[in-house]
């Protein structure tokens, strides 16, 4: 991640990096003073249990646990599916199992991620995955235990899994007896931007599970569902690597609280990653760009011509401020790769800081087009 470089005192500083950086509300920061708290690792805890039940009434599943995050949902679905050393799962090569979480399945549940390529919408060739199942054991390829999705999808700057292509998958996995878990950390923006339940989406997963960490705004936590044969062995897990949370109820207070306010304002973090991805597309620039069709819920994924600027330098430029710029705004943003950066709004950032953030982006690319002009590398803007 580059570094921030702020000179000055009154510079704004919008921080769009990540959804993961949000702070409760102050409503939630009430309830979580007074939540109602027990052992939830025995039970006891009759907030957990309020929000377990809820979430899996959400998802329309038989049961749900509480975990501290979706790297260990993911961890956990993967550990009771694929519940013996040498088998692999399915997941694609751009998915958050397998970029973003150390190898845990392998160090820790001896599985293997076989990859397959994501498209620019985060699904895969259902022709190639079904070349790649292995349903039975045989004497050179892993048994394939689990497939993996991801919706919204992550490091494909937020894409909406279509319905159709899920309803697709989920008859090949039938078909083939494997298991699907999707991936959900962020499905509540899924909901919103396709106007899909949450209960439908999910429907032919036999695991899934949500943050609350994210857009919603919680402190901490994700809720794993499934069957309840699937939720009691993940209690086992959860134990087993150190998950157990005793008075958790007051985070959980949090988290039922989100439920009722913080899904449907997800469609401002929407419009705001719109609203800067427009003003991107609207300076035509051929170096920096952005796929205004891609923006579907509240990322947008910029691209770079990293010959004449890198995702880096980029990003350093939007961070930096000094006396004389005209736009007093540190603005910072997510970089994924030399090409790629990434904006992702959440609910702090309110729509003065989108103004600003829009105006520092408009004066970074137009120095980047004057400095190569200079240099006699690049036509002006258009």
């Not at 083939?176 to 439908?200: E, T, W, Y």
């Not at 087993?240 to 306010?261: F, H, P, T």
């Not at 899904?263 to 800067?276: E, F, G, Y």
């Not at 947008?300 to 995702?311: E, H, R, Y």
Request: glycine fraction near 8%.
């Amino acid at each position: 991640m580059p570094q921030n470089h702020v000179s000055g005192e009154g510079v704004r500083i919008v921080d769009i990096r990540t959804d993961t950086i949000t702070k409760p509300t102050q409503a939630m920061r009430n309830v979580m003073a007074i939540a109602e708290v027990g052992d939830s690792v025995f039970g006891e805890d009759p907030t957990v249990d309020k929000l377990e039940r809820r979430c899996a009434d959400l998802l329309g599943k038989e049961d749900a646990v509480y975990l501290p995050s979706g790297t260990m949902c993911n961890l956990i679905a993967i550990m009771v599916h694929c519940n013996k050393r040498g088998v692999e799962f399915i997941a694609g090569d751009k998915s958050h199992s397998y970029l973003c979480e150390l190898g845990g399945a392998a160090v820790l549940a001896g599985v293997q991620c076989s990859q397959i390529h994501n498209k620019p919408d985060g699904t895969f060739c259902l022709e190639e995955l079904q070349r790649r199942i292995h349903p039975e054991v045989n004497l050179r390829s892993a048994t394939t235990g689990l497939i993996i999705i991801e919706n919204t999808h992550n490091l494909c700057g937020g894409k909406v899994l279509p319905l159709e292509w899920i309803d697709d998958l989920a008859k090949i996995a039938s078909k083939f007896k494997v298991p699907l878990h999707m991936d959900g950390a962020r499905i509540m923006n899924a909901v919103v931007q396709s106007k899909v339940p949450a209960k439908r989406i999910a429907r032919d997963m036999d695991s899934v599970f949500f943050c609350f960490s994210k857009g919603l705004g919680c402190p901490m936590g994700s809720v794993l569902c499934g069957t309840a044969s699937f939720v009691n062995e993940a209690r086992r897990l959860r134990k087993m690597l150190g998950g157990d949370v005793r008075q958790v109820g007051i985070i959980a207070a949090a988290c039922l609280l989100a439920l009722d306010e913080m899904i449907d304002r997800l469609q401002i973090d929407h419009d705001h990653a719109l609203q800067i991805a427009k003003a991107i597309d609207d300076m035509q620039s051929d170096i920096v760009r952005v796929d205004l069709s891609s923006v579907q819920t509240n990322m947008a994924l910029i691209t770079f011509d990293s010959k004449l600027v890198t995702a880096k330098e980029f990003l350093e430029k939007l961070a930096h401020v000094s006396p004389t710029d005209s736009v007093q705004v540190c603005v910072k943003g997510g970089f994924i790769n030399d090409e790629e950066a990434r904006f992702v709004l959440q609910w702090e950032v309110t729509d003065e800081d989108v103004s600003c953030a829009i105006e520092k982006v408009k004066m970074v690319i137009g120095q980047i087009h004057q400095d190569l002009k200079r240099r006699g590398k690049k036509r002006p803007l258009s």
